[in-house]
């Protein structure tokens, strides 16, 4: 079956760096999609990776690596509006979405 | 978790045809549905929020008489793309919501539409 697993709950603290992994197994691969999503709104888009490497914007960073089935959300110099919950989504080979159970993130002063 | 299904996962159609989308809530009864549709290696785009009982809100830019909602049960909202277009092909999402929650969305698979 398909499956992505990602941390329910991680803690850290303001200012510091926190790395939320994702792995996956997914009948064939289309790209990796990490999402942001406060309590009681929409999730907005972070990052999409389809490619195996590194992908950097601003202070959040997205990583791949296809033959491993893992990608990694990292998130640098954390705020209090970081507090939220970080979905990791897989594009299967039919362009489904299959979606993590979300990680919610506590940042801490 | 909850779980919400759409059906078709993916469906091709001619232009000038309508096409519906239908998002379900399995386990759960879902006051509020969103709809998205997502562009290749592009964001989900919210298109509108879907109230039981009560007419869709939509978002700025979304042709309401274009992409009809219509949310007539606690488990079941359905998107109607009417007369489709080449540009209408696109990734079409929901999302629930359930009734008294605190704000955890489930997404549905998705359906691919392509407009020939």
């Known amino acids: 079956g398909q499956n992505i697993d990602q941390p329910t709950e991680m803690t850290a603290t303001e200012g510091a760096i926190v790395q939320i992994n994702c792995t996956y197994q997914?009948?064939?691969?289309?790209?990796l999609f990490w999402y942001q999503q406060h309590a009681g709104e929409a999730p907005t888009f972070l990052s999409y990776?389809?490619l195996d490497g590194l992908e950097e914007k601003g202070r959040f960073s997205s990583f791949l690596s296809r033959s491993k089935g893992y990608s990694y959300l990292l998130l640098k110099e954390l705020q209090m509006k970081d507090s939220a919950s970080y979905l990791c989504?897989?594009?299967?080979?039919?362009?489904?979405?299959?979606w993590g159970a979300g990680t919610k993130l506590i940042i801490k002063p | 978790g909850a779980v919400v299904s759409q059906h078709p996962s993916r469906v091709i159609c001619k232009s000038g045809t309508s096409v519906k989308i239908e998002c379900r809530s399995l386990?759960?009864?879902?006051?509020?549905m969103f709809w998205y549709r997502q562009f290749p290696k592009q964001s989900l785009m919210l298109m509108a929020t879907?109230?039981?009982?009560?007419?869709?809100?939509?978002e700025q830019g979304v042709e309401k008489d274009k992409f009809l909602i219509n949310h007539a049960s606690l488990t079941l909202s359905t998107l109607t793309v009417t007369s489709a277009h080449p540009e209408d092909s696109s990734f079409y999402i929901c999302?629930?919501?359930?009734?008294?929650?605190?704000?955890?969305?489930?997404f549905g698979e998705g359906s691919r539409l392509t407009v020939l």
């Open positions: 997914t009948s064939g691969f289309n790209g």
């Open positions: 990776n389809v």
């Open positions: 386990d759960f009864q879902a006051t509020t």
């Open positions: 989504a897989v594009m299967d080979s039919n362009y489904q979405l299959i």
């Open positions: 999302s629930a919501r359930e009734a008294g929650d605190t704000g955890e969305l489930f």
């Open positions: 879907s109230n039981e009982g009560s007419k869709a809100t939509y």
